[in-house]
């Protein structure tokens, strides 16, 4: 069965600055999809950023980038100039025949 | 259109009431899904439909009955809840699971 882990519960950032979100996940599979989804007070699921295990480029959205290191299964997201809007819950998530969520990084972006 | 839409965004019902929360998209998706989420908790699966079929059920209580009436409709039957099934129900649509999910905003259920 494949596990995912959130070490950090809570971090906060100064806006402007850059801060790393750590996920790691435990999987015996070859192929499949890594996703950072974030959800904000409004509730609702966003995906931020998706890295498909069999490419070995980092995914970068805009100010959002990830450090994918397959063999120690590390999934690390990077946000850079952080920004007010980007205070929320992040779910790191593992998908293969279905979506497995860690259990969140509560972000707080301070001004 | 982006949007997966779910219908109501709260609903109050006591344990012997019969509920349904709806759920639709429209950006030609196979794959459904419904999730439970508790207060400061992550999403967890419930049931997933697969070109309208039931291809996953997490071993979910029969009082929460799942359908799907077209590929564009997704409904929870809810019936004899209890309290503790109070939470957040989210609805999401993708491609199938390696693709991204979109999610809709949520029912906000209170059981009392």
């Known amino acids: 069965a494949q596990t995912v882990t959130q070490s950090q519960p809570e971090m906060s950032v100064q806006e402007a600055e850059t801060v790393t979100l750590s996920c790691t996940y435990d999987t015996s599979e070859n192929n499949y999809y890594l996703f950072w989804y974030k959800q904000p007070p409004s509730r609702q699921m966003i995906l931020v950023i998706r890295q498909e295990a069999y490419k070995q480029q980092n995914a970068t959205e805009n100010r959002f980038s990830v450090n994918f290191q397959k063999a120690a299964k590390s999934f690390s997201l990077k946000i850079s100039d952080s920004q007010l809007g980007d205070t929320a819950m992040y779910f790191c998530a593992f998908g293969l025949d279905k979506l497995i969520f860690g259990t969140g990084t509560r972000l707080q972006v301070f001004p | 259109d982006t949007e997966v839409t779910q219908t109501p965004k709260h609903l109050v019902m006591g344990m012997t009431n019969k509920k349904s929360l709806k759920c639709e998209q429209h950006?030609?998706?196979?794959?459904m899904y419904w999730y439970k989420q508790k207060a400061k908790k992550p999403p967890e699966l419930m049931f997933v439909y697969s070109y309208e079929k039931l291809s996953i059920n997490e071993s979910v209580p029969s009082r929460f009955s799942p359908e799907c009436p077209n590929s564009s409709l997704l409904n929870l039957h809810l019936h004899a809840l209890q309290p503790e099934d109070s939470a957040l129900y989210l609805c999401?649509?993708?491609?199938?699971?390696?693709?991204?999910?979109?999610f809709g905003q949520g029912t906000r259920l209170t059981v009392v």
């Open positions: 999401a649509s993708s491609q199938g699971p390696r693709q991204r999910a979109f």
């Open positions: 950006m030609g998706h196979r794959a």
